[in-house]
């Protein structure tokens, strides 16, 4: 399974298990989105045991015979070997973890994964071009929201969630009750937003076209992201942004990742001094 993003979450998808372990959604190139659990100890190197569901069956098979490797027929649900089946039937290995949920119905591959402060809602985001919102109580979808194209990427900051998609950005305050919508554009055409970050009261969106556009945020509540300027200098996609000692940090598929410096929440100082780094 190709996996990507990860992050822990202290909402727990099944109250009624709650105990004092973490939680880490993870999102596949399959379109499933997957709930693992972890405690606070150390993670062991030993398969996690399953119980027997009778006392005829099998006896398991030894760490040594065990491959590292999750059985695909475990992981379509299809697999008759039980214990005795040489290949892994978890997720994540070691027996502080255990496997909680399997969030299926996106058609295509999982773009992004947020989860507000607002509530107990999970959101994602694909390339089918939909934004579903998962109850974490029950890990059901409670909405599908049909976006009418890809998303390159979904973020959230707050109460705010971003969603990236081509020539635009789409925002939500989700402790709002009416839902409003706000599409973010940029001056130009810029193709797919493939990377978003916010940083320093503004919103950083890295783009198909190499460009990083700027909204700062504003006290408005009916246009409450002002656009800011345009950082040029990449010169293809920039699918990476990252931010840290007031400096932004950019990664690009022209194989640089770029650092500006002196960034400010009110302009960008030096805008085009860029340090550059091949990679």
Known sequence: MASSRV??????????????SSFVWRKDQGGDIRADQYSSMMMTTTKTKRKSKSPSSPTPLPQSNIIEK?????????????DCCRFLHSWCRGDEVS??????????????????????????????????????HTGQCSRVINLGSQVGSLINDGTWVFV???????????????NAEFSLNGPVAVGQVNSMIVANGMLLAGTQSGQILAWKGSSDETNPFQPVQS?????????????????????????????????SHTIFRVFVNYCCFEC
């Open 99 to 136: 496997f909680l949920a399997n969030l299926q119905g996106h058609k295509k591959a999982v773009t992004g994964i947020a989860l507000p402060s607002s509530g107990a809602k999970l959101y994602s985001s694909s390339n089918d071009g939909t934004l579903r919102l998962w109850d974490c």
């Open 70 to 82: 999750v059985c695909k027929f475990w992981a379509s649900g299809n697999c008759v070997k039980g």
């Open 164 to 178: 990236g998609m081509p020539n635009l950005v789409k925002a939500w305050n989700t402790e709002k009750s009416n």
């Open 7 to 20: 992050f822990s979450s202290s909402f727990h998808p099944y109250p009624h298990r709650r105990n004092t």
């Open 231 to 263: 950082l040029t200098g990449h010169a293809r996609a920039v699918v990476c942004l990252a931010f840290g000692g007031n400096r932004l940090f950019s990664a690009s598929l022209d194989r640089t990742i770029k650092v500006t410096y002196d960034f």
